[in-house]
Nanobody, 122 residues
Framework: QVHLVESGGGLVQPGGSLRLSCAAS????????MGWYRQAPGKQRELVAR???????NYADSVKGRFTISRDNAKNTVYLQMNSLKPEDTAVYYC????????????????WGKGTLVTVSS
């Protein structure tokens, strides 16, 4: 099992910044994509940003230009730098990672953290 632990959430004023971190531990074989999702009350979980092991990134339109995802493969850690935060960014942010099964590399396993709450309010 791969365990993901998020940190860095909290309360921030509109226009402020916050940096989230997610560290993976456990049975690390070869993590491919890591990413961040968020879920606000009454809404579906949505992709915020993803990054592959090679550094390719993908962002939701709503956060482009404001958020930056990065990773440290040696530390199995992914980060989300959030700038110019808006009240609508308020949500529980979840870390996600996937990797091939250690016994069958054609099978992909998906892992989730428990989430960290980000509240943007004055």
């Amino acid at each position: 099992q791969v365990h993901l632990v998020e940190s860095g959430g909290g309360l921030v004023q509109p226009g402020g910044s916050l940096r989230l971190s997610c560290a993976a531990s456990g049975s690390i074989f070869s993590i491919n994509t890591m990413g961040w999702y968020r879920q606000a009350p009454g809404k579906q979980r949505e992709l915020v940003a993803r990054i592959t092991s090679g550094g390719s990134t993908n962002y939701a339109d709503s956060v482009k230009g404001r958020f930056t995802i990065s990773r440290d493969n040696a530390k199995n850690t992914v980060y989300l730098q959030m700038n110019s935060l808006k009240p609508e960014d308020t949500a529980v942010y979840y870390c996600n990672a996937d990797q091939a099964n250690v016994r069958d590399v054609t099978l992909v396993e998906d892992y989730w953290g428990k989430g960290t709450l980000v509240t943007v309010s004055s």
